[in-house]
């Protein structure tokens, strides 16, 4: 009985493997540029948490966003520095203005947990066995990030 489990779990890997390929076929993801937007993301997020100055100095949404913006104004300065250069504004920046308000400025005024770096970190390791979902949220962050990449 064993080996039949084994068995059927090599094959639902191997065709998880296939099945992974194509999209990334399918919707040219790189693991280059899968590479290169963990790292803009991340950059991005470790300076949000870093300079964040607490719930109760920043606990309006303009003063919020005032804070996204110098932080997002300062990763593009160090992407620039690489001669990597994104758009500085865009849909790109409004996607991740409100995934930043809803993921990493409320919770922290509610005093809740922030698991952003486990999020991203999963979303964009090519190991980790992804969900449908999880899947569109990539091919979605990929191409936002991928149209507003200045070529």
């Not at 997020?45 to 100055?53: E, G, Q, R, V």
């Amino acid at each position: 009985m064993e080996n039949k489990e084994g068995y059927l779990e090599f094959i639902a890997s191997e065709s998880y493997k296939h099945q992974i390929d194509i999209w990334y076929k399918t919707y040219n993801i790189s693991r280059e540029k899968t590479e290169l937007f963990y790292d803009f993301l991340k950059s991005l997020y470790d300076l949000i948490d870093k300079t964040y100055l607490g719930p109760d100095v920043l606990f309006e949404e303009p003063s919020q966003r005032g804070h996204f913006i110098w932080c997002w104004d300062k990763t593009l300065e160090s992407f620039d520095k690489e001669k990597i250069f994104f758009k500085s504004r865009g849909n790109h920046f409004d996607y991740f203005w409100n995934f930043f308000l809803e993921a990493y400025y409320y919770p922290q005024i509610d005093k809740r947990i922030i698991k952003i770096n486990e999020y991203f970190s999963k979303l964009f390791d090519f190991k980790h066995k992804k969900t449908r979902s999880e899947l569109d949220i990539l091919t979605e962050v990929y191409k936002l990030l991928d149209q507003n990449l200045k070529k």
